[in-house]
């Protein structure tokens, strides 16, 4: 059972670049989400799915867009990286429910030269 | 709006010893959600505790444990026996729909 699973593990981009971040989830979920982790603030959500063909923002979604491309993916594109988007990036999934726990893949290190 | 904040960054413990690490939040809603997760070095996010708002008893799960203050909206989590598999990074977090706010996090040292 391979849960959230994300790709790639690490990336290295320069400014300007545009790369897509993978997620998949094979637990039948219908809610999926995208965070960022960054030293000293914890996890901020950037976009979330609440359902299949349903996507909002976030509390930090400036610079991102994203597609929630069947029930079981939802990547996160960066159109134009920039330095400030160096972090670490988790995609999680969720049954969709109110205080439904977030089951998360194991994360990219994304660093924007 | 909903906030979570964890005021200690950083705490140490000697191995088979308790501790306790803080988090207070605020929100406005009545019902919702309150989780402990755990990050250890390989990165990965792990569930390790969940609170309902509207149960009054405290949620257990094996060495872990909570004491969930809803006047004071606090919701701090207790690590008996310290293992040294606990070091890692603790996040508190919040959630009155399906999305979760969390804290800054503390990270846990277990010394041998």
């Known amino acids: 059972n391979a849960g959230v699973t994300q790709t790639p593990k690490f990336q290295v981009l320069k400014t300007g670049q545009s790369m897509t971040l993978q997620c998949a989830q094979d637990m039948n979920h219908n809610s999926m989400y995208w965070y960022r982790q960054d030293p000293g603030m914890g996890l901020r959500l950037i976009y979330y799915s609440a359902s299949e063909g349903t996507t909002d923002k976030g509390e930090v979604p400036n610079g991102y867009n994203v597609s929630r491309l069947n029930k079981r993916e939802f990547s996160l594109r960066l159109e134009s990286a920039a330095p400030s988007q160096t972090s670490v990036y988790f995609c999680?999934?969720?049954?969709?429910?109110?205080?439904?726990?977030?089951?998360f893949g194991n994360g990219t290190r994304l660093t924007v030269t | 709006a909903q906030t979570v904040t964890q005021s200690q960054p950083e705490m140490s413990v000697q191995e088979a010893e308790t501790v306790t690490l803080s988090c207070t939040y605020d929100t406005s809603e009545n019902n919702y959600y309150l989780f402990w997760y755990k990050q250890p070095p390989s990165r990965q996010m792990i569930l390790v505790i969940r609170q309902e708002a509207y149960k009054q008893q405290n949620a257990t799960e094996n060495r872990f444990s909570v004491n969930f203050q809803k006047a004071a909206k606090s919701f701090s989590l207790k690590i008996s026996d310290s293992q040294l598999g606990d070091t890692a990074m603790y996040f508190c977090?919040?959630?009155?729909?399906?999305?979760?706010?969390f804290g800054a996090g503390t990270t846990v040292t277990v010394r041998a």
């Open positions: 977090a919040l959630s009155n729909d399906y999305k979760l706010s």
């Open positions: 999680a999934s969720s049954t969709q429910g109110v205080g439904s726990p977030l089951h």
